[in-house]
């Protein structure tokens, strides 16, 4: 058996006439930045989230760190996110000069523990960045609620398509953050990002910031002190792509969800998703105190299997300088022990996702004998 954690060949091959072209028109060209094909993005991924505007940027990491930035985050702000996240959400947070504040999960979703935000503001929060993990979103109303004196940011990196009340993620902070990292549900083929809102405001200085603080028409000058953050023409037509793509693709993750949710045996705690949440799987997360086993014995029978994460970001040796504030986060240790993600993407077959299956359950059945 050979069924890999992961597969982007198939998935350009499934596309392959559609971005080829894509591709080619922006090579005749001649214009390789900030053209044609990045406005048309910035329109139709704007449209596809229901904002009101899109900026595309060179990552879902500086798709934070200049959000937090158009907030006006800084040195001496707290900004509260998750610890059992992608160490971006964190390292865009450092990269402001604000010091992270790390809560724990909901045990069920993984995502943001509304009461432990509460137990975390202090008079410094400046931001929150809740953290849709795995596709399915955060507790968006209660979170706001909580949050209601500090700019609430959704760090939408593993969840482009996923709703909540019937609404796309993206829509209920101040500003969305997108990552287009090859793996992702909407992933270029190379880095790209964007930040989504319905504040022109917020959105005019995230644009500035992107390039040097520079405006269309003053071309060097900057208003604002910025950075370089460009999305390139060719990432933006390969989105383009894939963005007329992401609902089928989607789909295909929700069916395979769900034939992993009916073949796995019963002592494997599933993903769930809460009844106002539509989940788009951008893994599937299954949790099991014999967790280290379970991945040992399925990479033996040719199944890739992958941790996210296996050291939450407090206990990262990067960070033991006293760089964060962290509350008790014991949902995101036992998380960090015992979570295993299965293979999960479009061109994933059924047969496979049941060979999977079967493995889990050999390598369980083993694992009761030892
Ligand atoms: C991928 C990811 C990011 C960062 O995106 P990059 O494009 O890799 O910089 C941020 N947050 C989460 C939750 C992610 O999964």
Redesign the pocket.
Known sequence: MNIPFNELRSGYLAQQSEIDAAVRRVLESGWYILGQETAAFEVEFAAYCGAAGCVGVN???DA?HLALRACGVGPGDEVITVAH??V??VAAIRMTGATPVLVDIDPNTYTMAPAALAAALTPATRAVIP?H?YGHPADMDAIRTIARECFVIE?C??AHGAQYKGRPVGGFGDLACY?F?PT?NLGALG?G?AVTGNDPELLEKVRLLREYGWTPQERYVSHIEGVNSRLDELQAAILRVRLRHLDANNAVRRRLAALYDEALPAAVKRPSERPDAHHVYHLYVIQHAARDHLRARLAEQGVGAGIHYPVPVHLQPAYQAGQLRCLPLPVTEQAAREVLSLPMYPTLTETQVRAVAAAVTGALQDAAQT
């Open positions: 990552s879902g990491t934070l996240t992608a971006a959400t953290v993990l760090d990196a593993q990552s990292y992702k880095d990002g």
